[in-house]
Antibody, heavy 120, light 106 residues
């Protein structure tokens, strides 16, 4: 079955960077994209970006594109999201998800989430 | 950016009730809309894509319709397992999510 397993929780200071990993299994990794979404405590969902595991093309939310880098490592079926210059309002659970097989930019299988806390 | 507005923000209904959630887009998104269900402490789960296509494995009591700027998600007969927060998501132009509708069982 499709599984996406994310790296563990992180605590970072303002101004630092964080890099989250998302390891996929149960499907052919480079036939789908990976979507990144975050959720601040008690808040709704916010799209961060998408990367094609086949081409490496990326599409990021405009408000984050200066601070977000999305990459993949096809040899290990792993996607990464790096967020730089962290602020306290970046505190959130970050999810990776597989792109739907029929609908680009629709997440159909999700990771368990990675909690990132930004605090001095 | 396209804004997505959901209503109501919360609903409390009894088992067996019909529940309808509305999602409005700030501009036309054709039928590029998905619905997700999220339970507390869990990742979201895809229910519907392309406005009305039921994701594999999702119970048939869930249905959805709409196009352009107005969309609805309907639960025909609410079940105890249907509690949670429901989000619409447009993917016509980048991606944005609605603010969510919390469904509680009376």
């Amino acid at each position: 079955q499709v599984q996406l397993v994310q790296s563990g929780a992180e605590v970072k200071k303002p101004g630092a960077s964080v890099k989250i990993s998302c390891k996929s299994s149960g499907y052919i990794f480079n036939k789908s994209g990976i979507i990144w979404v975050r959720q601040a405590p008690g808040q709704g969902l916010e799209w961060m970006g998408w990367i094609s595991a086949y081409t490496g093309d990326t599409k990021s939310a405009q408000r984050h594109q200066d601070r977000v880098t999305l990459t993949t490592e096809t040899s290990t079926n792993t996607a990464y999201m790096e967020l730089r210059t962290l602020r306290s309002d970046d505190t959130a659970i970050y999810y990776c998800a597989r792109d739907h097989q029929k609908q680009w930019l629709v997440p159909d299988s999700w990771g368990q989430g990675t909690l990132v806390i930004v605090s001095s | 950016d396209i804004q997505m507005t959901q209503s109501p923000s919360s609903v409390s209904a009894s088992v067996g009730d019909r529940v309808t959630i509305t999602c409005r887009a700030s501009q036309s998104i054709s039928r590029w809309l998905a619905w997700h269900q999220q339970k507390p402490g869990k990742a979201p789960k895809l229910l519907i894509y392309k406005a009305s296509s039921l994701e594999r494995g999702v119970p048939s009591r869930f249905s959805a319709s709409g196009s352009g700027t107005e969309f609805t998600l309907t639960i025909s007969s609410l079940q105890p397992d249907d509690f949670g927060t429901y989000y619409c998501q447009q993917y016509n132009d980048s991606v944005t999510f609605g603010g969510g509708t919390k469904v509680e069982i009376k």
